[in-house]
């Protein structure tokens, strides 16, 4: 099981447009708080004709961030590009220059067979020129995992590639809107991805294949308004769903989902003090089940350590309710 710290620091994600020019005011006057991870992308919200002014804007916006390091503490958050193909990768670094220094990793659209091998690649060539490590965070909604007939098949493959790059995978994250046209769906703020049966057992599968070894990240929630916050009751739900099921984190696509989502991964007092007994139990106590904290439910320690080393992570993260 995966317990690096970093992978799960990721969080809230807050999707931003490439060519947006007024985010670099929000990041260092801390607009969207102080615990958020930043991807700013080149891919579905740029249209083809603007890639080379949202890279150019891309550049400067990062050269703006970096600069505002020098001068004014701020939170930085980890930042990330959502690139087109593996080959913009390396003109991307080649015009950051500098401001590589802020810049956490890359984000893979649509990562697949066709395609896994040159993002491995050139992964491997830029940690093996730099002295600090990028990561990468693949996105797996390509149409090749869609097929039930293949799927497992594909799926197991596509983690032969992933598991070939494991050192530089913070995240392992999930297209919930990708998946969701192909079956011509919509989820409203009173519904959940898992609502919709196809893509809750594609999401299944996907978890299924890759959780043991990987922090897989929530797909995204639509909604950020509605006339009494049906939208924030919707994601709360949603959220606890993700969680349930394996998910860290979430694709967020405006600021105040942001601290919906950190609330969600705060850990109960309860689970908190369950964890730490389990992780902390004595070996010279030939019992392995105990009552838990609140006295409600059995801790067994054979069973529960997984779930308690990750819980402990969580709440030193995010803390506790």
């Known amino acids: 099981m995966n317990l690096k ?19 670099v005011k929000s990041i ?8 958020y991870s930043m991807a700013f992308c080149l891919e579905d919200t740029v249209s083809d004709a603007a890639v080379d002014a949202a890279e150019r804007q891309l550049v400067d916006t990062l050269r703006q961030i970096h600069c505002a390091c020098k001068t004014k503490e701020f939170y930085l958050p980890m930042i990330f ?11 991307l670094m080649n015009m950051l220059n500098d401001s590589t220094e802020i810049l956490t990793g890359f984000i893979f659209p649509k990562y697949s067979l066709d395609n896994a091998k040159s993002y491995n690649d050139i992964m491997k060539n830029i940690n093996m020129s730099s002295d600090r490590v990028y990561y990468m965070m693949p996105i797996l ?6 097929d039930y007939a293949t799927r497992k098949e594909i799926l197991l493959q596509i983690k ?9 995978v913070l995240n392992v994250r999930v297209g919930g809107n990708d998946f969701s046209n192909e079956f011509a769906a919509r989820r409203h703020y009173d519904q959940s991805i898992y ?7 594609l999401l299944g599968d996907i978890l299924t294949v890759f959780y043991r070894e990987y922090i897989l990240s929530g797909p995204v929630w639509e909604f950020f308004s509605s006339d009494n916050n049906e ?31 950190n609330e969600a ?16 139990w004595d070996d010279k106590n030939s019992m392995c089940v105990s009552k838990s904290f609140g006295g409600e439910r059995m801790n067994e320690l054979k069973t529960h350590g997984n779930w308690a080393a990750k819980t402990l992570i969580l709440a030193e993260v995010y803390g506790i309710n």
Not at 28 to 35: A, I, L, P, R, S
Not at 141 to 146: V, Y
Not at 160 to 168: A, L, P, Q, S, T
């Open 5 to 23: 710290k970093e992978c799960y620091e990721v969080g809230a994600l807050l999707y931003a447009p490439a060519l947006n020019d007024t985010v």
């Open 28 to 35: 260092v006057n801390e607009k969207f708080g102080n615990k």
């Open 81 to 91: 590009i959502r690139v087109r193909e593996p080959e913009q990768i390396l003109r």
């Open 141 to 146: 909604e390509s149409k090749d995992i869609i």
């Open 160 to 168: 032969e590639h992933v598991d070939e790059v494991k050192e530089y």
């Open 195 to 201: 609502d919709i049966k196809p893509i809750a057992n």
């Open 231 to 261: 939208w924030k009751e919707g994601l709360i739900k949603e959220l606890a769903l993700d969680r349930l099921n394996g998910f860290v984190g979430k694709t967020v696509i405006h600021p105040k989902q942001i601290a919906v989502v």
């Open 265 to 280: 991964l705060k850990v109960s007092r309860k689970d908190y003090e369950d964890a730490k007994a389990i992780m902390n």
